[in-house]
């Protein structure tokens, strides 16, 4: 069992920064892929980044590519999502999930969610 845990959430002018952390529960954590998940009012949720648990290989949302930088210490059991260069359109709930990774098909089902740290990036 994993518990997930954000924070680093808040109120930021756009072109400005946030770290966010999920802190994992659980002796498995580096044994899984993390991700970063966002959902803003009234739209679907969308996938931001995530980093394998193994080589450490990262991926991104083209949206964020170049602002945001994902990243994990696994003697913390922690996982970070760096964001830059924050654009209103950045606002949204962010949500930490942990997988197993990727197959040939795309990713495999997550098997633990975070509730969510509200990011709120004002014009």
């Known amino acids: 069992q994993v518990q997930l845990v954000e924070s680093g959430g808040g109120l930021v002018q756009a072109g400005g920064s946030l770290r966010l952390s999920c802190a994992a529960s659980?002796?498995?954590?580096?044994?899984?892929?993390m991700n970063w998940f966002r959902q803003a009012p009234g739209k679907e949720r969308e996938f931001v980044a995530a980093i394998g648990w193994s080589t450490g290989s990262t991926y991104y949302a083209e949206s964020v590519k170049g602002r945001f930088s994902i990243s994990r210490d696994n003697v913390k059991n922690t996982v970070y999502l760096q964001m830059n260069s924050l654009k209103p359109e950045d606002t949204a709930v962010y949500h930490c999930a942990a997988n197993r990774g990727w197959n040939n098909r795309g990713p495999l089902p997550y098997d633990y969610w975070g509730q969510g740290t509200q990011v709120t990036v004002s014009s």
């Open positions: 659980g002796r498995t954590f580096s044994t899984y892929a």
